[in-house]
């Protein structure tokens, strides 16, 4: 071998080990991704004070984009983006609560090169296959409100549902006065979020107003649901005293139902969350109250957990918003209606 062809394997040798040098710092800087989120107690006051490393993907997918619960949802998952410096690409199945389209969603969202994604189930066993795909792609997710099924998300970013329920329950159970009939609407069957907040009313209710009669009737969240449930109830209990929902529009729908047998006022009617309608009714005398459960944080600090994970810093397994029964003279304050949260 000559001299010459010595000097030019050297040469490229030593840009070779060079280059590869390169490629090795460039990992190592490079922080590991935070897949699982760090066990403990529920953290209740999350909020980071963090930027992004970079412009991350973030995509977030909700269970419907027109009821105004995700609305507001969406909004403070779009603020939390603007803010940390990270891209939020926002989903819905066209149809609420479907979850068929939504697993459809899923499955094309893992050619697109994201970073992350925050999910709320529109079921949350069936969420499972789609979410442990994900992962095995190296793509982290958070649970945004609903939690879903097995342990391979990062975070799950919302209320115990659970307790959500006993607040519900004590709620409505004293403005009865501790007696009379009770009906409960259920969002989605399967979904961790109603079926965990019904457990929580009926629990509450039992323990401590034995006096109250209860069922519960399955409304999907739906405000003309909700209004046709209660229709129907109304037929085989005229003298129902009290109705309240876990969520979504069904309780509007109800005081609808009421307020047109001429019940209003005589009926006890509870909701969840302050979405415009929400505030309405309670204004009107529709609703006796209502119970927040921080949209905005739960949109804004799931946004935020990928971001942390993505930092490669750790994140709470169990990220809980706040709870408040809210009365018709503090709506203003706690309204979380799309058309106020877009102001923040």
């Known amino acids: 071998m000559t001299s010459k062809r010595i000097a030019i394997l050297t040469v490229l040798t030593v840009l070779t080990l060079a280059f590869s040098g390169l490629a090795f710092a460039a990992d190592a800087s490079k922080p590991a991704v935070t897949m699982k989120g760090t066990p403990g107690a529920p953290v209740r006051n999350f909020n980071p004070n963090i930027k992004a490393a970079r412009r991350y993907n973030i995509a977030i997918v909700v269970k419907s984009q027109s009821i105004p619960f995700w609305e507001s949802n969406l909004i403070a998952a779009a603020n939390a983006g603007k803010a940390l410096g990270v891209n939020v690409m926002q989903y819905a199945p066209a149809k609420a609560d479907n979850m068929e389209e939504q697993m459809r969603i899923l499955e094309d969202l893992m050619t697109k090169g994201l970073d992350c994604v925050v999910l709320a189930p529109a079921n949350s066993i069936a969420a499972r296959g789609p979410v442990s795909a994900l992962v095995k792609r190296g793509i982290p997710v958070v649970y945004d409100n609903t939690l879903g099924a097995g342990d391979e998300y990062l975070s799950f970013v919302g209320v115990d549902d659970f307790e959500a329920g006993q607040v519900i329950g004590k709620g409505v159970g004293e403005r009865m006065g501790g007696k009379g009939k009770l009906l409960i609407l259920e969002g989605v069957p399967g979904q961790e979020t109603s079926d965990q907040r019904v457990r929580g009313i009926k629990d509450y209710v039992s323990k401590h107003f034995p006096n109250i ?6 409304a999907h969240w739906q405000f003309d649901e909700g209004r046709k449930v209660t229709e129907d109830t109304l037929q085989s ?44 009714a309670l204004k009107e005398g529709k609703l006796a109250f209502s119970v927040s459960q921080g949209v905005y944080e739960q949109g804004y600090w799931s946004v935020a957990a990928c971001v942390q994970a993505l930092n490669g810093k750790p994140v709470p397994r169990t990220i809980y918003t706040p709870l408040k029964v809210v009365m018709p003279s503090e709506a203003d304050k706690y309204d979380e209606s799309p058309e106020v949260l877009r102001r923040r």
């Open 213 to 218: 009669r209860f069922k519960s009737v399955s």
């Open 237 to 280: 209990w005229p003298d129902l005293n009290g109705i309240v929902s876990v969520g979504g529009s069904m309780s509007e729908g109800a005081a609808e139902a009421v307020a047109a047998a001429g019940r209003q006022g005589k009926i006890i009617v509870g909701s969840v969350n302050l979405s415009a309608p929400t505030m309405a």
